[in-house]
């Protein structure tokens, strides 16, 4: 019997900030240098030279900046993420007139995944606005584009207050839904579809594929969600940080600017410790929120 919609929508909720939280913790470095990247593409020859130099200035506290919102930001995403998630599956079953417990295709929840991540959009913009004006706070102090003294989350956030109001924290909220929704319907649609593949290798049914085969498809969906994206996010990061010195341009122009002074190549700096986190990251966040999910439906049973 499947759980009461309520019950279901805590279950998702809470197995979603499960897998948030070990995505976090086992990425952060690597998300810290690609904000750098990004942002400054200039100021750094490669990964392994911003990771270096990083831990040289600030020390491995430099590595980890940002962790609080981020880790604010993976859990209330992915809360919502998979909470809308299970809920666009069943508006999804609706409208293809299927039953209630009826089995989706892969391809069917790569669209709910994608219509999923609006909702999420909304929560993880105002977090992310802070975690990556902090992971770049060094660089912006040092080329003198903003005064010393913003580098906690709560200089930071009355800083956005002080500047823009309430309204501030949605700064790049366009182009962050225009990240997301391509981005998690290759998300979703490229993780089902590695588990359908180890399900049939395996002949056993998607739940009882084992961890490895998990994480495995879990990094393989988020290395198709950064090779789609990665340019929008870049952006995104560019407008969020850039906007601490005032009012900056929206998505295109702002992307035409880094085409046409930096060319096209700045649009995917940072693009490589962004891979590498992908694996361990995306598959401790689907490992979390598959293992805490099956685990409390399990309870609601017994």
Not at 103 to 122: E, H, N, R, Y
């Amino acid at each position: 019997m499947a759980p009461h919609p309520v019950v279901q929508a805590i279950i998702d909720l809470s197995a979603g900030a499960i897998g948030g939280t070990a995505c976090v913790l086992s990425g952060q470095p690597l998300d810290t240098a690609k904000v750098k990247m990004q942002t400054f593409p200039s100021m750094y020859r490669g990964f392994i030279h911003c990771f270096s130099s990083t831990y040289k200035q600030v020390g491995l506290r430099g590595l980890y900046q940002g962790t609080s919102p981020a880790l604010m930001a993976n859990i209330a995403e992915n809360s919502v993420l998979f909470m809308s998630y299970g809920f666009c599956q069943e508006v999804v079953r609706t409208m293809a007139g299927l039953g209630t417990e009826a089995p989706l295709s892969d391809m069917q929840k790569a669209c709910a995944g994608s219509v999923a991540s609006i909702f999420s959009s909304l929560v993880l913009c105002p977090t992310e606005l802070v975690k990556c004006r902090l992971q770049a706070m060094y660089e912006m102090e040092a080329s003198g584009k903003i005064a010393k003294g913003q580098n906690t989350v709560w200089s930071v956030a009355k800083s956005v207050m002080k500047q823009n109001g309430p309204t501030g924290f949605f700064t790049g909220l366009t182009t962050t839904i225009a990240r997301e929704v391509p981005g998690y319907f290759c998300f979703f649609g490229a993780y089902e579809l590695c588990r359908t593949t180890f399900a049939d290798h395996m002949k056993c049914s998607k739940e009882d594929i084992g961890v490895a085969p998990i994480v495995f498809s879990g990094g393989f969906g988020g290395a198709c969600l950064w090779l789609v994206v990665y340019p929008f996010d870049c952006v995104k990061s560019r407008i969020q940080v850039m906007s601490m010195m005032g009012r900056q341009e929206g998505f295109f122009k702002t992307m035409m600017t880094i085409v046409r002074m930096e060319g096209v190549r700045a649009l995917y700096s940072g693009l490589t410790p962004t891979m590498i986190r992908t694996f361990p990251a995306n598959g401790a966040l689907f490992l979390g929120y598959e293992a805490s999910r099956k685990f409390m439906m399990k309870q609601f049973d017994s």
